[in-house]
């Protein structure tokens, strides 16, 4: 097939991703199973649309590195933490143990030579962090126990992939100085991690500073982006998982005062290329292959999930979960992950294993990757209730604030205030001396910096976007003060806040009629007009300095009030 213009092949893409997410979510089946599905209808082992693979894999890689980088923007250290031991030493006996087990099978059962059911082995250990990440978010279910737990060996495996790259040219020999080999690799990582300690204790937050007080979003986005890339880029030239970059500098950017932004920033990028991702997996398997060896592949399916599943619940029970939490993860993790590809790839130039080998792998981990999902939901469906007990163990499922921000969460009684110019300090300063629970969002840095120095509850962020609202609980806020002057960001800011909560009580400062009119359709009852309240103010001073008598002063307001109440708002 002749080469497409790129903007046509990605047109055709997302086109394919439109129409298979639209069935499945007519079928009520995951958004990712129709993703998976439409790849292998649009790739060029079935109508052959697509022929630039090379685009393709360029796009899935990126959105690879945004799922990883807002992982790191999402899940604190502290919240990995709560799961106790299981993050790292389950993560470890889960890829020891199915290292273990996948050498036996491969040698027993399928009657592999040595080397080659130790790849085995190695690939099956494995998990999808795509796959898995793509799942938890569509449920919601990132910070639930077993989300957490998934999350954690999840990212064990991906440091594992280092390791792993480095084993595979010691099982042919290819290798002579072992322990220099795994002390390089090892160095390598700490190198990094130390760099993006320093960066972002020191070089991200006045970066972004800097860019933020632009006021330029394209160029705060620009700037995230830059970042992640940058961050996979460089882990990838030292010889490291893309992947471990990508999440590192998002797990250093969510400490700063800017996470929340460049989270609402990078959400529908990360999804488009998310969504570009799980489409090209799909166009890797070949529909005639699968049919000429659907046995093999079939007994491959059932061995792979039966091992893994078996491994990660006696993983998860042995850490003291509950046995809902271990089928939950067990199908959560039973698929290849997308990284087995490589190290497939890896075998067969180490003449380790052959290329009907690598084409076994790949129909197998896509395979797995189809049924993910569905399990998911069956097991969820025979498992109605969540079960958080673990004998007398509770695990707490709650998710934990970043320390650079103070969110009060008491009562249905505070107040988000959109913009901390001179107006909004004003109203910030009035609700603390009330006693009021209230929390500032503002896009500058500068008075996001200034409402920290106050001690004042704050985010970093632009109100319009909804990821930024969802960060301040408005769900639970009883009203919303918006100050700040331009028409089409309070607008967009009131659809935004009451398509979360409609029975909000919203303020806002409004200049024209016209302003006026579209936010009362929206259902705003409190608009308040700085030019109208200072032409007031103005003519009750004067009337004092003209001398005219209290009842005259109280009839001639009381009129302009009146008349203020029918005209509202000057219309020019």
């Known amino acids: 097939m002749n080469q497409l213009d790129p903007v046509v092949t990605i047109a055709i893409l997302l086109a394919a991703a439109l129409v298979g997410g639209m069935i499945a979510h007519r079928l009520r089946q995951p958004i990712i199973l129709g993703y998976l599905v439409i790849g292998v209808a649009v790739g060029p082992h079935a109508l052959g649309l697509i022929g630039d693979l090379e685009l393709v894999e360029a796009a899935a890689t990126i959105g690879v590195a945004l799922l990883m980088f807002t992982l790191g923007l999402e899940i604190s250290i502290a919240q990995l933490r709560e799961v106790g031991r299981i993050g790292v030493w389950g993560g470890i006996t889960q890829i020891v143990a199915t290292l273990a087990l996948g050498l036996i099978a491969g040698y027993f059962l399928f009657r592999w030579p040595l080397p080659q059911a130790g790849l085995f082995g190695l690939i099956i250990s494995l998990s999808s962090t795509a796959v898995c990440l793509k799942i938890l978010m569509e449920r919601g279910e ?110 250093v950017l969510r400490e700063t005062r800017f996470v929340h932004q460049a989270l609402a920033e990078i959400t529908p990028l990360r999804d488009i290329f998310a969504t570009l991702f799980f489409v090209s997996l799909g166009m890797l398997l070949d529909p005639l292959f699968l049919i000429n060896n659907w046995q093999s592949v079939a ?26 939490i271990a089928v939950l993860t067990g199908a959560g993790l039973f698929q290849i992950g997308e990284f087995s590809f490589i190290l497939a790839q890896g075998g067969v130039n180490a003449g380790i294993v052959s290329d009907q080998f690598y084409s076994l792998i790949l129909a197998s981990a896509i395979i797995t990757m189809l049924l993910t999902p569905v399990t998911i939901s069956l097991i969820i469906r025979l498992y109605p209730k969540p079960a958080l007990m673990a004998g007398s163990r509770r695990v707490a499922a709650k998710e934990v604030s970043s320390p650079s921000v103070s969110v009060p969460t008491e009562g249905l009684d505070r107040v988000v205030i959109a913009g901390y110019g001179r107006i909004g300090g004003n109203i910030a300063q009035g609700l603390q001396d009330a006693g009021i629970p209230y929390i500032v969002i503002d896009l500058d840095p500068e008075r996001v910096s200034e409402a920290r120095g106050s001690g004042r509850p704050r985010i970093y962020g632009d109100a319009t976007n909804i990821n930024v609202l969802s960060k301040v609980d408005l769900g639970r806020a009883q009203a919303l003060v918006v100050t700040y002057p331009d028409p089409m960001a309070v607008v967009t800011t009131v659809k935004t806040a009451l398509s979360i909560n409609p029975r909000l009580k919203v303020l806002v400062r409004v200049h024209r009629a016209r302003e006026a009119n579209e936010l009362r359709e929206l259902g705003v009852t409190e608009l308040v007009s700085p030019e109208y309240e200072a032409s007031f103010r103005f003519i009750t001073r004067l009337l004092n300095i003209m001398g005219l008598e209290a009842g005259k002063r109280r009839q001639i307001l009381a009129i302009i009030r009146k008349d203020k109440e029918l005209a509202e708002f000057d219309p020019d």
Not at 299 to 322: C, D, M, Q
């Open 142 to 251: 990132l910070v639930s126990v077993h989300g957490r737990i998934m999350i954690a060996i999840l990212i064990v495996q991906d440091i594992g992939v280092v390791v792993m790259m480095v084993v595979i040219p010691l099982m042919s020999g290819m290798t002579e100085n072992i322990p220099l080999t795994l002390a390089t690799a090892a160095g390598k990582a700490l190198l990094f991690i130390g760099l993006a300690i320093i960066l972002g204790r020191w070089g991200l937050p006045w970066l972004l500073g800097r860019v933020g007080g632009v006021r330029a979003r394209e160029l705060f986005l620009l700037t995230v982006l830059v970042l992640c890339l940058g961050a996979a880029v460089g882990t990838q030239i030292l010889g490291l998982s893309i992947v471990f970059g990508a999440f590192l500098v998002g797990l």
């Open 299 to 324: 007994l491959l399916v059932v061995a792979i999930i039966t091992l893994k599943l078996l491994v990660v619940f006696g993983t998860v029970r042995l850490f003291g979960f509950s046995s809902r």
